[in-house]
Structure formats: structure tokens, C-alpha cells
């Protein structure tokens, strides 16, 4: 167990919805990252947050959006939804962020099945 | 841009010998690598990472080997055990303002035969 939690485990919605993914980082990590695991694609960053603050950002779409709120949970919003959304997504977290290299430690994940 | 590949998708062992997964990466001007172990229906979980300043690393049965001349990567594991049946995947690490990401490659699937 990495101490990173993730809800729901599964969610199954139709094109055109909107979901809220949600990760709970490790005790006094700040640092929250979030991926998404698709065959196609494989595994590929989309943003890294930082004690509430946007810190990188990979391709993510702009359907997309997450954000860090102070108690240091974070939230992904995936809205108008497509069949290619479904995959695996992966929050991860880490003490800081930076020019150090501190280890990620992934949360078990969220299976997102768009129909 | 940066991309992180693998050589082989599939890879399948006697237990009791050793396995050898290889990456190879094509940005000259990284620095820091990891592997990570994917169970299934679990999170990516990290085995042993590497600084561009070495070119080897060991832990507890597992070597990283880093040949930055030919920009590869490869993980060694000792004494398979059936345990270690999982996809494996190289990643670099970057940073830029402030922030960090990985870079995955595309997995190897590690098989333990009994």
C-alpha cells in the first residue's frame, strides 16, 4: 500500500458526461501528479500540482482540468466525455517537487469506462 | 522531444534465472532514470532509480545498468521469482518552473515460468 488513496476504484458513465476523479496524496506529501494509462498511449503524465499550485503540465486536453485544494487532496475533472477517455488514471504523490529527486508513489487507480 | 522506448514487449523466464529488461532513451541530456514495476490492477511501483552520473546501481536483486553512450538502460534481476511477474517500465524524469514529470516507456511484461 503507497499510503495514496483513489475514488472511485471503477466508474463507468456515457459520452458527453462530466467526472470527478479524486486522490488523497501520502501523509506531508505537497506534490500530487496525475497520469492516464491507456493501451494506445501507454502511461502519460498530464499535470503535477504543488501545495495548491499548478507546477507542469504534459498533454493534457483541454476537457480536462484538476486542481489541489488546501487540505491537499486533489481532483481531476474530465468533461465531454469520449469513448477514447477510457483508460486507467494514476495519481501519484511526492514530498516536494524541484531539482531533487524525490520518488512518486502511485495510488492504485481509477478505471474510467466511457460507453 | 523526449521519448523513452522499449526494446521488448514480452519477456519470459525459468524461475531460479536471471531476467534482463532493456529501455533505450533518445534525449541525450537526461538525467535521471527509474524503473517501476506494474502489477495487475495496481499502481506503478518503483524498484531502483539511477543519476546520469553512474552507470551502474544495485539493490536488493535488482541492477540498473546505464550506458549513456548509447543511451540505454537496462534492469537486471537476480533469482526470478514468480512474484516478479509484472510489467516493468523505464522512466526519465524532467523538471522544468518548478515542476517535475515522468516519462514512461512503453512496458515490458515480465513472465515467470514455474
Known amino acids: 500500500d503507497s499510503g495514496v488513496t483513489q475514488t472511485p476504484k471503477h466508474l463507468i458513465t456515457a459520452t458527453g458526461q462530466r467526472v470527478t476523479l479524486r486522490c488523497s496524496p501520502r501523509?506531508?506529501?505537497?506534490?500530487v501528479y496525475w497520469y492516464q494509462q491507456s493501451l494506445d498511449q501507454g502511461l502519460q503524465f498530464l499535470i503535477q500540482?504543488?501545495?495548491?499550485?499548478?507546477?507542469a503540465k504534459g498533454n493534457i486536453l483541454e476537457r480536462f482540468s484538476a486542481q489541489q485544494f488546501p487540505d491537499l487532496h486533489s481532483e481531476l475533472n474530465l468533461s465531454s466525455l469520449e469513448l477514447g477517455d477510457s483508460a486507467l488514471y494514476f495519481c501519484?504523490?511526492?514530498?516536494?517537487?524541484?531539482?531533487?529527486?524525490?520518488?512518486?508513489?502511485f495510488g492504485p487507480g481509477t478505471r474510467l469506462t466511457v460507453l | 522531444g523526449e521519448s523513452v522506448g522499449l526494446h521488448l514487449p514480452t519477456l519470459s523466464v525459468q524461475e531460479g534465472d536471471n531476467s534482463i529488461i532493456n529501455c533505450a532513451y533518445s534525449?541525450?541530456?537526461?538525467?535521471?532514470f527509474i524503473w517501476y514495476k506494474q502489477e495487475s490492477g495496481k499502481g506503478p511501483q518503483f524498484i531502483i532509480d539511477?543519476?546520469?552520473?553512474?552507470d551502474k546501481r544495485q539493490g536488493q536483486r535488482v541492477t540498473v545498468l546505464l550506458n549513456k553512450t548509447v543511451k540505454h538502460l537496462s534492469l537486471q534481476i537476480a533469482a526470478t521469482q514468480p512474484g516478479d511477474s509484472a510489467v516493468y517500465f523505464c522512466?526519465?524524469?524532467?523538471?522544468?518552473?518548478?515542476?517535475?514529470?515522468?516519462?514512461f516507456g512503453t512496458g515490458t511484461q515480465l513472465k515467470v515460468e514455474l
Open positions: 501523509s506531508g506529501d505537497l506534490s
Open positions: 534525449n541525450s541530456a537526461s538525467d535521471y
Open positions: 501519484a504523490s511526492s514530498p516536494g517537487t524541484g531539482d531533487v529527486a524525490y520518488e512518486q508513489f
Open positions: 539511477i543519476r546520469s552520473n553512474m
Open positions: 500540482y504543488y501545495n495548491g499550485e499548478e507546477r
Open positions: 522512466a526519465e524524469k524532467s523538471w522544468a518552473g518548478g515542476g517535475n514529470k515522468l516519462t
